[in-house]
C-alpha cells in the first residue's frame, strides 16, 4: 500500500483552499461598491419604450436598486410624469452611466415594493 501523494491531487488541495478566499474577496468587492453605485431602472416609457437598467454613480439618497418611480414615492407620496421626468434628470447624469443593459422589471418591482404605476 501506497501513501504517494500525486502533484495533481496537491493541485485540487490548493484549488479547494482558495476559492474560500476568492469568494470571500468577491463579496467584499461587491459589498464596497453598492455603496458607491446604483441601479437605476427606467421603467418603459414614451421615450424609452424598451426601458433600461443602468449602472451609475450613486449620488444623494438612492438607493442600491431604484427607479424614478421610487424616488417620487419617497419624497412626494405619489407618480406623476412631471415628477419622473424631474427625477430621471436629477439623479441619471450621462457621465455618470457606467453600465447600459435591459429592463428588469424584477429590479423595478424591487424599487418600488411591488407596486406598479401607469406608463
Known sequence: MS???????????????????????????IAALSTQVS?????PLGSIPEGRTLLVWRTDDMKFVDSADAICLRRTGAVSL????MAMVRFVDPEDILL????????YLLSTDGKTFDR
Do not use: D
Open 100 to 107: 447600459r443593459m435591459p429592463y428588469s422589471e424584477q429590479l
Open 82 to 85: 412631471m415628477c419622473r421626468g
Open 39 to 43: 441601479l437605476f431602472v427606467i421603467q
Open 3 to 29: 501513501t504517494e501523494v500525486t502533484s495533481e491531487a496537491i493541485t485540487v488541495r490548493e484549488k479547494s483552499k482558495r476559492w474560500p478566499w476568492a469568494l470571500a474577496i468577491l463579496l467584499a468587492l
